[in-house]
């Protein structure tokens, strides 16, 4: 089974398009993140919830939404595309504060 | 923010050759990880370790927090060991951990 899923791991779609990208975990964590990993392999915490609560909001445009129905899924939507947003996007979770486990990515390409 | 410097930026060795690969951070954490990025992207967290010394097979680590630096310590290095090594230090909380990772140090071990 695997730990920390997402779906898709591939994403292509067109500039001005609205898509989701889901995540979940089955480590029984509390916590949950999303990562933007760039082309230059650079990664960058973005969102973190904890028991369905925002944690950590950092410098994200607004047409980035994260959404948390429970403790064990964090979804991540994105409004209005653009090519910037071309990148590859990790969800991760773990206990409070503890180690972190990651997804196996989602490479999303905006055309 | 906390400023990451890993070194050195790019490493070949050869098969059975054994390698340190180094860490600094500008402010104190409380928390610090190492992962491992294979070649199809998948991020593999090696270990956590805000301080002290551990050992995981081949693979060891020592984080000196009052002098801000870790050190991740490969001994007879195989090929599946390529791939790019990520330092990320950060500050945790009981519900988080914020972790800014290094540009990471991009290990190839050839034959």
């Known amino acids: 089974d695997t730990a920390v899923s997402q779906t898709p791991k591939y994403l292509v779609t067109q500039m001005g398009n609205d898509k989701s990208i889901k995540c979940e975990q089955n480590?029984?964590?509390?916590?949950m993140y999303w990562y933007k990993q760039d082309s230059k392999k650079f990664l960058k915490i973005m969102f973190s919830?904890?028991?369905?609560?925002?944690?950590i909001n950092e410098t994200v445009p607004n047409r980035f939404s994260p959404k948390s129905p429970d403790k064990a899924h964090l979804n991540l939507h994105i409004n209005s595309l653009e090519l910037g947003d071309s990148a590859v996007y990790f969800c991760?979770?773990?206990?409070?504060?503890?180690?972190?486990?990651f997804g196996q990515g989602t490479r999303l390409t905006v055309v | 923010g906390i400023q990451v410097e890993q070194s050195p930026p790019d490493l070949i060795l050869q098969e059975g050759a054994n390698s340190t690969l180094r860490c600094n951070f500008s402010?104190?954490?409380?928390?610090l990880q190492w992962f491992h990025q294979n070649p199809w992207g998948q991020l593999i967290n090696l270990f956590y370790?805000?301080?002290g010394t551990k050992q995981n097979g081949r693979l060891s680590a020592t984080t000196v927090a009052t002098e801000r630096y870790s050190l991740l310590y490969i001994s007879s290095s195989q090929t599946t060991d390529s791939g790019v090594y990520f330092c990320?230090?950060?500050?945790?909380?009981?519900?988080?951990?914020?972790?800014?990772f290094g540009t990471g140090t991009r290990l190839q071990v050839t034959l």
């Open positions: 402010d104190s954490v409380n928390n």
């Open positions: 480590l029984g964590h509390d916590t």
């Open positions: 919830y904890n028991n369905k609560e925002l944690i």
């Open positions: 990320a230090p950060g500050g945790a909380t009981g519900t988080a951990s914020k972790l800014t």
């Open positions: 370790i805000p301080s």
């Open positions: 991760a979770s773990s206990q409070g504060g503890g180690s972190a486990f």
